[in-house]
């Protein structure tokens, strides 16, 4: 006799193996729609950071979209506090800490990360501005991810052209635990165009995409690509803000995120010397 | 055997700019001299910022994209990309009562 759920069980048994045969690539990283310019944080001053993500047309299940894990992507909020602080005039580090409401849940905790992140020689020294970015990843398994830890390395490049500025951050994760760790490197990527209009307001536009592993990219259909118109500048007291709305680009995408980053930046005390004016790295 | 051999200064790696004309900004008694800075346009330029104050300042100019912590009694240099004719401000973060400066590029 046939039971009536069988048809639908036997359906959450295929979804549920398909997810642990093929591992989602991450290289979208929906608790940080930012891209990375070359400058970091001032030597001694600390930076805390709201970044809020809110998916208001994506996927109705998990493991599509920016959903990595089991939860589907369709009405999620992801909600990061970063806590970053100049170490020297060329690096500084950071702390994150991620959660997440699912579609009429609540919020939870959805991960941690830490990073490295530093710009070499001084600015307008070499023909494009060079930087990069190390971070370690804790991620919530099943529900929001399949990787339990990763590594992400970027490079991060900058030009300034008269008032605009170009901002291209590659992202190479490698999966260190969980699903995925015996494979190689993922690749993404972080890009904006950022116009300098007035302190207050300033528009540009951002750019996020997964193509999925190096070695054997995804079809461009199921990869993930993103464009973000934003305003950006500063509010009283000396908040940051970026707000956009992102349309996805292709069916693997969400199709519509709409993100709100405030960053607020104190000087609380060095713990170095100013760094060489002739060094390049610290 | 492959020997990775890593510069001891940027001079070794950086292609050596077309001459940089320089300039110096002094922050004392709360305020910026001088406050109106004039320099070649489409030239490239090093700009030195002196603090003889016993405040911390952070120099910054929105439109020249540069932020910088000078502690008291201490000196940073920048690099200024050749400038299009117009005006761009600069201000010390830190004190918003500080009145901004501005360098006019002509």
Not at chain 1, 156 to 178: C, H, Q, R, T, Y
Request: aromatic share 12%.
């Amino acid at each position: 006799m046939n039971h009536p759920l069988q048809p639908r069980m036997l359906g959450n048994v295929l979804a549920l193996s398909a997810l642990i045969a093929l591992p989602c690539v991450a290289q979208v990283d929906p608790w940080e729609f930012e891209v990375y310019p070359y400058s970091t944080t001032p030597r001694g001053m600390a930076e805390f950071e709201t970044d809020n993500s809110l998916v208001t047309s994506g996927h109705s299940v998990g493991g599509e979209g920016t959903a990595v894990g089991t939860l589907r992507s369709q009405g999620m909020w992801n909600n990061a506090y970063e806590f970053s602080y100049g170490l020297t005039d060329r690096i500084e580090g950071a702390i994150y800490l991620n959660m997440a409401a699912p579609d009429g849940g609540g919020l939870r905790w959805a991960g941690d990360n830490i990073r490295l992140r530093g710009r070499l020689f001084d600015q307008e020294t070499l023909p494009v501005d060079i930087g990069w970015y190390a971070e370690l990843e804790w991620h919530k398994t099943p529900q929001f991810d399949d990787a339990m830890r990763e590594l992400e390395i970027r490079p991060i490049l900058e030009k300034d052209v008269g008032p605009f500025s170009i901002m291209v951050n590659p992202k190479f994760e490698k999966v260190l635990a969980g699903v995925g760790h015996n494979q190689g490197l993922e690749f993404g990527y972080d890009a904006g165009i950022h116009y300098r209009w007035t302190r207050t307001l300033s528009p540009g536009l951002e750019f996020y995409g997964g193509a999925g592993l190096l070695d054997q990219l995804e079809p461009s259909g199921e990869q993930q690509h993103y464009v973000f118109p934003v305003v950006w500048g500063e509010l009283p007291h000396g908040l940051e803000y970026n707000f956009g709305a992102g349309y996805g680009l292709t069916h693997g995408s969400d199709h519509v995120i709409v993100k709100f980053n405030l960053e607020l930046e104190r000087f609380v005390g060095a713990l170095f010397k100013a760094s060489s004016a002739s060094g390049w790295f610290f | 055997m492959i020997y990775i051999c890593l510069p001891q200064s940027r001079d070794l790696l950086a292609a050596p700019n077309a001459k940089e004309y320089s300039f110096e900004i002094h922050f004392s008694e709360h305020h910026f001299t001088p406050q109106k800075l004039v320099v070649p346009s489409e030239q490239p330029l090093l700009l030195t910022v002196v603090n003889s104050s016993r405040e911390r300042i952070e120099f910054e100019s929105f439109k020249l994209n540069r932020e910088k912590v000078v502690g008291p009694e201490e000196t940073i240099t920048l690099h200024l990309p050749p400038l299009h004719a117009g005006s761009y401000d600069f201000f010390d973060d830190f004190h918003q009562d500080v009145a901004e400066g501005v360098i006019l590029a002509k």
